[in-house]
Structure formats: structure tokens, C-alpha cells
């Protein structure tokens, strides 16, 4: 039986970006492997849809390269690759534990010949101007302290007319589902976590950090000001997710 971790996260407001990636990476370290489960879990499967939407959304032209940023275990690099059938994949990110269960995966459903796992970090890219037709980053930009430094690299990596795509969570606007996010966020997302996650102290920041995340109209301005244009952003599930797409000019 694994044993329990008993800690305590600081709230995302009370973080210096220094602490925010330090405990970031300490905590997705502690939670790869129930993480796919837990996910699934308490999104009732919703976060297949999401990523299958986002999939759906990209527009290969020219190199046929995809970066999936913060890449985690590999859910939005799979997806895109099970989507469009002629693409290579490159997915990043900063957690071994999470990658090697990515990896796994990867090997499960036959698809090493086109994906590969690097470790990197998303505010430092290292990866050649103009390299992918698309960069993405699926529920990993809250997590970064430099949501815009993320943004300008992402944007620099791909090719013009490139797209960046944004998959995050919100905190619903509408009074009535604020009330019950608040709830599920709040309490019985952390009971269930007691239940299912040796750290379930994790269940509880990444809860805090949707609800501390900018507004839809915010964070669509925000990659505008890392230079993309022609920003869309399309409303999932009663607003719970949103899915952005700006366009490298």
C-alpha cells in the first residue's frame, strides 16, 4: 500500500512563482499514477471530449508537427495523433513521473513511432523558431507562473499562420454553477481525493488554481498581448472548460 503524504499547499495567490513551480513539480511527482483514473473520475470523462474537441480544432499545413506542452501523460499528444493520422508529435515537460506513465501509454496504443516525450520547460522551449504547424497545452497553463513568457514561446515555435490552442478550466460565471463549482471544488473534490490519491493535498491547489485562473474575456486578451491574432474561444460544458486558438501572424 502506498503510504500517504500529509502536507499542506499554499493558496496560488499566496505563492511566489519561484514556490508555484517548485511545489508544482513536487506535487504532479506524487500523483502520476492514479492521475488519468482521477481525472476521468471527477470530470465524469469530460476531459476526453475536451481534448477530442481541441483535436478537432487543428490545422496541420505545413511541417505536420504538433508540441503538446506540459504534455503530462500524454492524453492531448495521443488524441491529436488518433485525429489526424499523418502527424509527428513532440510532447514536454517538466515532470519525469508524469512523462513515464505518458510513455506507457504511448507504448499501449502503438504510437512510439509517432510520439516522443522530452523533458523540458514551457517558458524556455527548446525548439528552433517556426518549427511546429501547432503548439498546445492542455490544463497546464494555470500552473505556469509566466502564462505570457509560455504564450510568446509557444508562438515563436510555430510556423506562421500557426496555431497556439489553450485547453483550461474555469470557475463557472454564471451565479447558480458558481454555486455548485464552489461545492465540488471546494469540499467534495478533497473528500473524494482522501479517498483515491496519496497526496491528496494536490486535489486541493489544483482546485484553488481554477478558481484563481483569469476570466474567459482575460486570458483571450492576454494571448493577444503575446502577439497572436484572430483569437477565438469556444465555451465546453456550461463554461467549465474553455477552449482558446489564436493564430501566429
Partial sequence: MEKRIKKKYPRVSEMTPAQQ????????STIPRRYDFLNRFFSLRRDVA???VAARKMRFFNTEQFL???TGTADLAVAAVQRHTRIQV???DFVREMMAVGQQKIRHHRLSDRIRLIQGDAMNLPFPDNTFDVAGIAFGIRNIPDRQRALTEMKRVVVREGQVIVLEMHYPRHPFLRG???????HLL???AHLFSRNPAAYCYLGDSI???PAPDQFAHLMEEAGLIRVERYSLTLGITFLYIGVKP
Fill in 190 to 192: 478533497p473528500r473524494m
Fill in 68 to 70: 503538446d506542452v506540459a
Fill in 21 to 28: 513551480v517548485g511545489m508544482v513539480r513536487e506535487l504532479f
Fill in 180 to 186: 455548485i463549482y464552489d461545492l465540488y471544488l471546494n
Fill in 50 to 52: 475536451w481534448r477530442r
Fill in 211 to 213: 478558481m484563481k485562473f
Fill in 90 to 92: 513532440t510532447g514536454l
